[in-house]
Structure formats: structure tokens, C-alpha cells
């Protein structure tokens, strides 16, 4: 199983940025996928999570109504609309498969190897 992220880099705050994950190696019906990040010196953080089969999403408080996750069932690939960035949304993220809709990272089972994400004039 392999999830690939990308989409990272350098934006100026309020500026917009989204995120791929590519996963392959196994079927992921009834799969959650799910966003994180790691800001330096913090713990990773729960950022947003989908429901691969129903398309229900969810997402932590800091970065509803400016963060959309979304997929693509033909593509296995899962996407997260970054806009209003700002500096504090500095971090690698990074995407994560598991069975349930869970703010745990210990609750996913495949991780992706993270991108950057760098908000700064």
C-alpha cells in the first residue's frame, strides 16, 4: 500500500494551496483518508478526513471554512483545498488511510510520506 503526497510549497498568506494523495496497493472501499500535520515542535495534528465510500467529511476547528477535502474515486486520490492560508498553517502534511473517522493518528493505518507547506510573505 502506498500513499503519495504532494502539492506543497511556498504561498503567501491568504493565498491557496491544494494537496494530492495518491493511493494504490489495495482497494480502499470502506477506507477513511485523512489529512495531518506537523508543525515543528508540535505534535501532529488532526486537519480533515473523508469517508472514501460516502464522501462525508470532517474537519478539525482551526481550519474549517477555509479547508476542503474531497476525492477522486476513479483517480484513488484524495484532495485538500487550502485557502486563507496562514503563517500558522505552516507544517508537513501528511495524508493517512484508515477505517474510521478518527482525530487519532493511531487509528490510521497507512501514511503518506508528507509535504511541505510554507506560509510566509
Known amino acids: 500500500v502506498q500513499l503519495q503526497a504532494s502539492g506543497g510549497g511556498l504561498v503567501q498568506p491568504g493565498g491557496s494551496l491544494r494537496l494530492s494523495c495518491a493511493a494504490s496497493?489495495?482497494?480502499?472501499?470502506?477506507?477513511?483518508m485523512g489529512w495531518f500535520r506537523q508543525a515543528p515542535g508540535k505534535e501532529r495534528e488532526f486537519v480533515a478526513a473523508?469517508?472514501?465510500?460516502?464522501?462525508?467529511?470532517y474537519y478539525g476547528d482551526s481550519v474549517k471554512s477555509r479547508f476542503t477535502v474531497s476525492r477522486d474515486n476513479h483517480k484513488i486520490t484524495a484532495y485538500l483545498q487550502m485557502n486563507s492560508l496562514k503563517p500558522e498553517d505552516t507544517a508537513v502534511y501528511y495524508c493517512?488511510?484508515?477505517?474510521?473517522?478518527?482525530?487519532?493518528?493511531?487509528?490510521?493505518?497507512?501514511w503518506g510520506q508528507g509535504t511541505l507547506v510554507t506560509v510566509s510573505s
Open positions: 493517512a488511510a484508515g477505517l474510521l473517522v478518527s482525530i487519532r493518528t493511531r487509528d490510521y493505518d497507512y
Open positions: 496497493g489495495r482497494s480502499f472501499n470502506n477506507y477513511v
Open positions: 473523508i469517508t472514501w465510500n460516502e464522501g462525508s467529511t
